[in-house]
């Protein structure tokens, strides 16, 4: 009898055990920082019926160690899980810590939550992301690094690594490299849609958007793992004649004012008519942005090399604003607007002089696109092409050492697409180079300059040596002319009243001078100590300033562009040097957007938008029109394609 109780006592505690188990898997133990919202979001579910199931009479009020049942229902002893047991690690990522947990069921990797980041919105967070799923789908931290976002990537590997360890699994089982060879055999795809699109940036996305909006169904085709190409990680300057805006600030303009400037800025050397295109249609495109739901702010300024103050900034940092504007009306119309990543268009299928379609390749196989009335090609310029850019480089110095502002996949592939069938290319040898390059990536990102009119250039003299006011390429050539091609830009407090203030990349001041990217003193003299200049120089650079700002005197350089002096601390620099910006040729377009080909007749059934296009910009492209011009043109070839015109 005894025995038979102790068996039965025994069941009885295997039994519990496995209804335990099992149970684990149907709660949630809050931990620190949780608030029941991301419990819900993270567990697939609505805060609402958390709260009600585990009776929360204030769901603003969970503690650390609480139970939270995730279903309201028996647990079935039936399905017997192993238990998940959770690991945190960290790693750093571009702008700072990055923290994750990651869920492990035995030596599994069931999941990864990124917990914590300062990672660019839209860029090294969807890369972190990325990496994070990469992860748990091939159980290995060896796998490949997102293009452009490297220390994000490896931030994220990192920190898992370091989860890892405190799981005190055998590391060398997830060292392997994952496996993602092609097939010999591989598969065909065949899709078809209105309207076909090459890249997803932000010319391509406005392009599908308005073919959509004129009736046409939409597939695009984008080679990165992620939208938005350059114009995300752009400053997000956007060019436009706004009389309501401007007339505010006392800012006097017209678009006539703007056509000249562009027009003369490019040296004559643009399409008259394209430009004009751009600067009549610059605002109304503004308009139709902020009618799919895009803020900018109301304060105009004067972006470097615009030569007016008539950029506007969207309220998301960097170009955000743009592409999640796009993706906010795709996903809503995502039954007739397809997006396919990591698909690298290779041809233009072209049948009896038209073009009908794209054949592209992916991880699964050959993509066949074909389109019924359109391809939009809107692949970018060739930035992050050294070979192609020496090829044509005709104006600047040996271009193969240069670092690019651009994203790794922009290297020229629909420029070169559209010339294989025909395409009259313009402008080739017109590449815009930056002064404002990142001495160490040649990205925009630790740019303190607020606008155009607050901060000067400095040699490692301590001394100006060009107007800051004008066009990029004068600017940088005479960056070009000092010592290491290198130089600083000096700001003070007019454009960081506060170390939390952001500049247009989307990073605070403090977060800069922390990082060692940017310098801070209370007064000139300490700031020259701290980035090795001649103080007696720059104290008398800063002090010829802010007397030709008062009006007291012409500026040395001819500079036109004021508004404060340079006389309030703390005082910033950050160190610059040029950088590949812009390729302003391209495929010959008409007003339409129609692609030409060398005899100026329309090539049927093509069509293309943003830095893919020449005859735009001539020879030196203003800043903040590159924007506008993704924008405009991208919205007219959608239209034009859907309309089969």
């Known amino acids: 009898m005894i025995k038979r109780w102790a068996c039965l006592f025994l069941a009885f505690l295997l039994l519990s055990s496995v209804i335990a188990s099992v149970y684990a898997d149907k709660i949630y133990i809050v931990r620190q920082g949780d608030v029941l919202w991301k419990i819900a979001e993270n567990n697939g579910t609505i805060w609402e019926k958390l709260a009600e199931i585990n009776e929360l009479k204030d769901p603003n009020r969970i503690f650390p160690g609480q139970v939270l049942k995730l279903e309201d229902e028996k647990a079935d002893v039936s399905q017997v899980e192993e238990k998940t047991d959770f690991f945190a690690g960290e790693g750093r990522g571009c702008y700072g810590p990055i923290k994750v947990e990651v869920a492990m069921k035995g030596d599994k990797i069931e999941d990864i939550r990124i917990l914590e980041h300062n990672e660019s919105p839209g860029v090294g967070e969807v890369a972190a992301r990325i990496i994070a799923d ?226 592209a390749e992916n ?102 040596f060009v107007d800051e006011g004008a066009r990029r390429d004068v600017m940088t050539k005479a960056l070009f002319e000092q010592e290491d091609c290198f130089m600083w830009v000096i700001v003070d407090k007019h454009s960081y009243p506060t170390g939390d203030t952001k500049n247009n990349f989307n990073e605070t001041i403090d977060q800069l001078v922390e990082e060692g990217r940017a310098f801070k003193a209370d007064t000139l003299e300490e700031l020259a100590g701290k980035i090795g200049v001649d103080p007696v120089n720059l104290v008398k650079t800063v002090e010829t300033f802010n007397m030709a700002v008062e009006g007291k005197i012409k500026d040395p350089f001819g500079r036109t562009l004021f508004q404060y002096k340079l006389d309030t601390p703390p005082y910033y620099a950050c160190g610059r040097v040029p950088t590949v910006h812009h390729t302003m040729g391209g495929v010959e377009i008409n007003t339409k957007a129609q692609v030409l080909d060398k005899n100026g007749n329309v090539i049927p059934g093509l069509y293309a938008a943003g830095e893919v296009t020449g005859g735009i910009h001539g020879s030196n492209r203003l800043g903040g029109n590159a924007v506008a011009d993704t924008v405009v043109f991208g919205r007219i070839a959608g239209e034009s394609a859907a309309k089969g015109e």
């Open 134 to 359: 990469e992860i748990v789908k091939y159980q290995s931290i060896a796998v490949d690094v997102i293009a452009g976002c490297t220390k994000s990537s490896n931030g994220v590997i990192s920190a898992v690594k370091q989860a890892l360890e405190k799981a005190e699994v055998n590391l060398s089982d997830y060292m392997k490299k994952p496996e993602k060879s092609i097939t010999s055999i591989r598969e065909r795809i065949e899709k078809q849609a209105d309207v076909v699109v090459i890249g997803a940036g932000g010319a391509g996305l406005a392009a599908a958007v308005s073919a959509h909006q004129n009736g046409a169904t939409v597939l695009v085709l984008e080679k990165a793992p992620m939208v938005g190409g350059n114009t995300i990680i752009s400053g997000a300057a956007y060019n436009a004649v706004d009389p309501k805006r401007q007339s505010a600030q006392g800012i006097e303009d017209s678009i006539e004012k703007h056509y000249i400037q562009t027009y003369e800025g490019g040296d004559k050397l643009a399409k008259p008519e394209l430009v004009r295109i751009l600067v009549d249609n610059a605002y109304p495109a503004l308009e139709w942005l902020e009618s799919l739901g895009m803020k900018f702010k109301d304060e105009i300024f004067t972006v470097l090399g615009a030569l007016w103050p008539r950029s506007h900034k969207p309220e998301k940092p960097l170009g955000t604003g743009y592409i999640d504007t796009y993706m906010d009306y795709i996903n809503k119309h995502s039954d007739e607007i397809e997006i396919m990543l990591r698909t690298k268009a290779v041809e233009l299928i072209v049948e009896n002089g038209r073009v009908i379609g794209v054949e």
């Open 363 to 464: 991880q699964e196989g050959t993509v066949i696109a074909k389109a019924k009335k359109g391809v939009i090609l809107a692949t970018g310029g060739f930035s992050a092409n050294i070979q192609a850019r020496n090829y044509y480089n005709k104006i600047w110095p040996d271009l193969t050492n240069l670092k690019t502002t651009n994203r790794p996949e922009i290297t020229g592939d629909g420029i070169w697409m559209a010339e294989k069938i025909g395409a009259n290319l313009i402008g080739m040898e017109h590449i815009q180079l930056l002064p404002m390059g990142d001495p160490e990536t040649g990205s925009l990102s630790g740019n303190i300059e607020q606008s155009v009119e607050n901060r000067i250039f400095v040699n490692k003299q301590g001394n100006r």
